[in-house]
């Protein structure tokens, strides 16, 4: 019971077939040359299989010849035989290992980097800060020290208030979150005026402290002083003081709309083709398709980081290109139409500034030309004014 | 002198098969047979298998008897073994 069957298979062994009248006689030779049968069959008085290590099937040739046996080999199994037969595809190994060193080697690399969260700063500027503090896609990921880099970014950048960076497979995922952008607050002990932030038309100053250099029906324009932190009194001079008031005014928003009389309008006629293409880095390889039979398309382009499992991101990307085909549609508008149109894009566009405020006036200017018509709307509204400046001495 | 030498054996409680050169079957099941210090086959067909030992000959009855391994000291029958039995040869024959 010496042999196990994982060993045989590890060192290979054949199967045979003796045929022979001496076959005990045989078998025992065997057995005191130390040499090792199993799986012995018989199949008739004179045919037995039987199975043998590699190593000893030369020393069967003579044992053979004393007992007048023949030998076949009916099937050969094992490693060793496996081996040899696949030394022929040695390129296919190659291959195969290089793939495997390929990816072992790849996957030491960012091949990607996400930004999640929501914040105006552009993407770019991103990447650019975090570039420059060693991460970037195609560096190692050993080198990159994410903790430095977030410290880094916080110092470099005020309007972060929290950055996080997580390097998972390949994919290195910057988080980010907004600071919300304060007013700088200051102390009621510290000395500050008011100062306009807009161009306005002072309505009501009530000052509860300071001085108020405006009257109503002012203007003032962005940076004015409207209540100085300072008294000045008869006997005691001028005094600083923290100036704290509220002061209404009238502020205008104005914005230009203009809107052709003859307009175009896309209208999607639903058709649609799709070509891919493949990215490596930035070098891109056009799959196979020509353009659309399409006259008037939109393209849009959608790009898919290919990765391995969940996240080990490959330098691959495949873009995908869908063409829209579309209609243009001519809409010819009155001049009443026209202005209507250019009043709401108008409102559309100003809606953030005036929105919940008490709107005081709305002026509308038309200015007609060959083929469109230029509106200009002034919303008046009345507004708080006034952010603390601190006095700088 | 034999005898003294058993006496050691009991002491020690060397098992029986190292001591001596007797055989030790071990049978498990009725489809394996495992003989233990064997000296060689005389006879194998696939019905009868007959098996020199030191002390005398093994003779397995059965059908499709195969010699499942085999090495100097060790042989495994497997197959169906209807009967074994024993042909013993005196002290005087061995020697």
């Known amino acids: ?393 | 002198m034999r005898k003294k030498a058993r006496k050691f054996d009991e002491i020690f409680e060397i098992p029986v098969e190292l001591s001596t050169n007797e055989p030790k079957l071990t049978i498990t099941g009725f489809e394996r047979l495992l003989i233990e210090n064997y000296k060689g086959i005389l006879e194998y067909q696939e019905y009868f298998v007959r098996v020199n030992t030191h002390i005398g000959i093994i003779n397995i009855n059965g059908f499709n008897l195969n010699l499942e391994e085999m090495t100097s000291d060790d042989l495994l029958v497997t197959g169906k073994i209807e009967g074994i039995d024993f042909e013993e040869v005196s002290d005087e024959a061995e020697a």
């Open chain 1, 1 to 393: 019971m010496k042999s196990n069957k994982l060993l045989e298979y590890v060192t290979g062994y054949v199967d045979i077939v003796i045929e022979g009248y001496y076959i005990e006689q045989f078998i025992n030779i065997c057995n005191t040359r130390q040499i090792n049968l199993w799986n012995i069959k018989k199949e008739n008085s004179i045919k037995v299989f039987a199975s043998i290590q590699i190593s000893d099937f030369r020393k069967l040739k003579q044992i053979c010849k004393k007992t007048k046996c023949k030998i076949k080999i009916q099937n050969k199994k094992g490693l060793p035989f496996i081996i040899k037969k696949y030394k022929k595809r040695k390129f296919f190994f190659l291959f195969l290992l290089l793939i495997v060193l390929t990816i072992i080697i790849l996957s030491n690399f960012i091949w990607n980097i996400e930004i999640e969260g929501e914040t105006d700063i552009p993407k770019e500027e991103i990447l650019e800060l975090v570039k420059s503090e060693g991460l970037e896609i195609g560096k190692l990921k050993r080198t990159i020290d994410t903790k430095e880099i977030i410290n880094k970014i916080r110092l470099e950048r005020d309007d972060i208030s929290w950055v996080g960076i997580e390097i998972e497979g390949t994919n290195a995922t910057i988080k980010l979150v907004k600071a919300d952008e304060k007013p700088e607050i200051i102390n009621d002990s510290e000395y500050c005026s008011i100062v306009a932030d807009k161009n306005a038309m002072i309505l009501k100053v009530s000052a509860q402290n300071g001085t108020p250099l405006v009257k109503e029906g002012d203007i003032v324009t962005n940076g004015d002083i409207i209540v100085a932190g300072w008294m000045e009194g008869k006997y005691t001079g001028k005094q600083y003081v923290h100036a704290q008031a509220e002061v209404q005014a009238k502020v205008w928003y104005t914005t230009t709309e203009k809107v052709y009389l003859k307009e175009t309008e896309k209208v999607e006629t639903g058709q649609t083709e799709n070509s891919y293409s493949v990215k490596i880095n930035n070098f891109q390889i056009n799959l196979p398709k020509s353009l659309p039979k399409f006259q008037k398309y939109d393209t849009i382009e959608e790009n898919k980081k290919l990765k391995l499992f969940s996240n080990f991101y490959l330098p691959l990307e495949l873009v995908k290109y869908t063409y829209k085909e579309y209609e243009e549609i001519q809409l010819i508008h009155s001049i009443e139409e026209a202005k209507q149109i250019g009043i709401d894009r108008a409102k559309e566009s100003l809606q953030e500034e005036i929105d919940g405020k008490e709107i005081l006036d709305k002026q509308v200017k038309v200015r007609t030309e060959t083929d469109y018509i230029e509106v200009e709307v002034t919303y008046e509204v009345k507004e708080n004014i006034g952010i603390k400046e601190k006095i700088v001495f």
